[in-house]
């Protein structure tokens, strides 16, 4: 299975880091520095584009559910090929602002594409790959997401100079060309078995690992209020412009290029759970600084912060989960609850936000308080196993520091 040259592994590698790219880094992130644009070119009201926003979140947890059971019915590589397929259109046809239901649409089918190509693109590529080389490609899978962000914080802009039509077909335009160049990358499937009994049947989850589930689930509704706003804000709350808007956006993506390194390095040195506490607690102050300050270098160097968050977790939580749960069949029926969770939360999030947002009358620092409040809970929940181990816990001296 291992067969592969040099060669055609990075076809592989190149394959997921489209794919991450397309389907999350340009479908979900490309449309916050739209924001101010679709809001000031009278396209849609302040409130809708903000909803339009969400409808990814939505079709993402769509997408998280339906991807297993779509690369059993057809092959993986097909599957991926058609989500990226769709989400090149749904760029296309957002090109006319035909209605809100019409955007709406499209805005949720890129979303259901991103959440399909999250469960699928790893699970069909490692397997191909040597188990001494699969923290390389995942790393790099997840690298996607981060230059997706990157890239629209500054190709957006450029587009924005022909208009907001072009804009979007622009999008499409990239968006199609990383599908067709990594076309022919993806592998033949693995036969897929059916899971055994012991995967299908929902064991009861330890401890460990609903408190796991929680905590992911409370850092998928955090982030949603940075990813949803935070361009708009500086933009319009601050009254510093779009160009600065797109500039914050871009320190974003440079953080998210970095998280997924960074933060599998912390998993490694650390441990999966310490490594978790140490991350939330470094969010919660970067976090505090977008609510206290309004100084653009500090939130510049908050946002670097923030914008390792969202893919960096991502590998944290897989770790965990290996740390929690023995046998590939349990581990991946897990990392698929988890995902479900995450998607799960982050929706809810995306619309919970949104109604603030209108109810509040635009209060962008109301929104990152309740980010703030997500993660600070997050932390909470670690306390009953800190104060019960305290005494008998030597894993938890920081001596291996």
Same mark, same amino acid.
């Given at each position: 299975m291992h067969s592969h040259t040099q060669g055609s592994l990075w076809m592989l590698i190149w394959a997921g880091l489209?794919?991450?790219?397309?389907?999350?880094?340009?479908? $979900?992130?490309?449309? %916050?520095?739209?924001?101010?644009?679709?809001?000031?070119? @009278?396209?849609?009201?302040?409130?809708?584009?903000?909803?339009?926003?969400?409808?990814?979140l939505a079709g993402y947890l769509v997408g998280a559910l339906i991807g297993r059971p779509l690369a059993l019915r057809y092959s993986s590589a097909a599957v991926l090929r058609a989500m990226m397929l769709l989400v090149s259109l749904a760029f296309l046809a957002c090109a006319w602002p035909l209605s809100v239901a019409w955007f709406f649409s499209w805005r949720l089918l890129s979303g259901i594409a991103g959440g399909v190509i999250m469960v699928l693109a790893a699970s069909s590529i490692l397997p191909h790959v040597a188990a001494g080389r699969r923290g390389l490609a995942s790393g790099a899978i997840f690298l996607g997401l981060g230059l997706g962000i990157a890239g629209s914080g500054t190709l957006v802009p450029v587009l924005l100079a022909q208009g907001l039509a072009s804009t979007w077909i622009g999008l499409a335009v990239v968006a199609m060309l990383l599908t067709l160049s990594s076309w022919r990358g993806w592998p033949a499937d693995v036969v897929h078995a059916a899971p055994p009994a012991a995967a299908q049947e929902s064991a009861t989850p330890s401890g460990g690992v609903r408190l796991l589930f929680a905590q992911y689930a409370l850092m998928a509704a955090s982030l949603v209020a940075p990813m949803m706003f935070l361009v708009d804000y500086i933009s319009r709350g601050l009254g510093a412009g779009t160009h600065k808007g797109a500039l914050v956006w871009t320190l974003y993506g440079i953080g998210a290029i970095v998280g997924p390194v960074v933060y599998g390095y912390l998993a490694d040195r650390l441990?999966?759970?310490?490594?978790?506490?140490?991350?939330?607690?470094? +969010?919660?102050?970067?976090? !505090?600084?977008?609510?206290?300050? +309004?100084?653009? /270098?500090?939130?510049? !160097?908050?946002?670097?912060?923030?914008? =390792?968050?969202?893919?960096?977790?991502?590998?944290?939580?897989?770790?965990?989960? @290996?740390?929690?749960?023995?046998? @590939?069949?349990?581990?991946?029926? %897990?990392?698929? $609850?988890?995902?479900?969770?995450?998607? %799960?939360?982050?929706?809810?999030? !995306?619309?919970? /936000? =949104?109604?603030?947002?209108?109810? =509040?009358?635009?209060? /962008?620092?109301?929104?990152?308080?309740?980010?703030?409040?997500?993660?600070?809970?997050?932390?909470?929940?670690?306390?009953?196993?800190?104060?019960?181990?305290?005494?008998?816990?030597?894993?938890?001296?920081? !001596?291996?520091?």
């Open positions: 489209c794919a991450s790219l397309v389907g999350i880094g340009l479908a $979900r992130f490309a449309y %916050t520095p739209l924001i101010p644009a679709l809001i000031e070119a @009278h396209w849609f009201s302040a409130a809708s584009v903000v909803y339009l926003g969400a409808a990814n441990g999966a759970r310490m490594a978790i506490r140490l991350v939330l607690v470094i +969010q919660l102050v970067a976090l !505090g600084v977008l609510v206290e300050s +309004q100084d653009l /270098y500090l939130i510049g !160097g908050a946002v670097l912060v923030i914008g =390792s968050f969202p893919p960096g977790i991502v590998p944290l939580a897989l770790a965990r989960v @290996h740390q929690l749960v023995d046998g @590939h069949a349990r581990q991946n029926a %897990t990392w698929s $609850r988890a995902t479900v969770s995450f998607a %799960t939360f982050q929706a809810l999030a !995306g619309y919970a /936000y =949104s109604a603030l947002f209108s109810a =509040s009358q635009g209060n /962008y620092r109301l929104l990152f308080a309740v980010a703030v409040g997500a993660v600070a809970l997050a932390l909470l929940l670690e306390l009953p196993a800190l104060l019960g181990r305290r005494n008998a816990a030597p894993d938890l001296r920081l !001596g291996r520091l």
